[in-house]
């Protein structure tokens, strides 16, 4: 790689960093706004929120020679995440300083991220084992495209209504 590649590369994955952080903050100020009763702006700011965030998708894509990472990678890697989650420590050290409502919304934020590292892990273990999109019994389908309901032990090949790939399917359940 020329030097030249090497700074554009290093610009490309700073660009996309930039894109991350501005998406995030979109996303904060959208529910802060929405919270002030602007339903309107702050739904534009969430909307700019996810188009930057699509920028910096763009850009990592861009930069890594256009290999976007596997489902599995980046299931492994959510894993690790939100296995590594500080809450916890963040609540006790709340707690010693005498900040009892801090320490009980940190280990709160700390049990849903747990939840979703067992999601996650779970959903990782269904790609690994193939059994993502096929049980050992007859289950509804539900195409997330367009709602169609299949009834089987897998999801079909193909949404019969509007031809959304197999990964475009998940369990259907009610529990509402």
């Known amino acids: 790689m020329q030097k030249s590649d090497a700074g554009i590369r290093e610009m490309t994955q700073s660009a996309a960093e930039r894109a991350f952080a501005l998406s ?3 996303a904060q100020y959208a ?4 919270k002030a009763g602007y339903l309107q702006i702050g739904d534009l700011f969430a909307r700019a929120g996810e188009y930057t965030r699509e920028h910096g998708a763009m850009l990592v894509e861009l930069s890594s020679g256009c290999q ?10 959510m894993v690790q995440r939100l296995h590594e989650c500080p809450y916890e420590r963040f609540a006790q050290t709340a707690a010693h300083a005498d900040l009892p409502q801090t320490a009980e919304l940190f280990r709160g934020l700390g ?5 979703q590292c067992r999601c ?6 269904n790609i690994r084992s193939g059994s993502a999109f096929e049980k050992t019994t007859e289950n509804y389908w539900i195409c997330r495209v367009c709602g169609a309901l299949y009834r089987g032990v897998r999801a079909p090949q193909v949404c019969p209504v509007c031809a959304m790939p197999r990964e475009g399917f998940s369990l259907y359940a009610e529990n509402y």
Do not use: K
Request: glycine letters at 4%.
């Open 68 to 77: 976007i990472p596997s489902v599995d990678a980046l299931l492994a890697d």
């Open 31 to 34: 529910l802060w706004i929405r």
């Open 111 to 115: 049990q849903i991220e747990s939840t």
């Open 24 to 26: 995030g903050r979109a």
């Open 120 to 125: 996650f892990s779970m959903l990782l273990e």
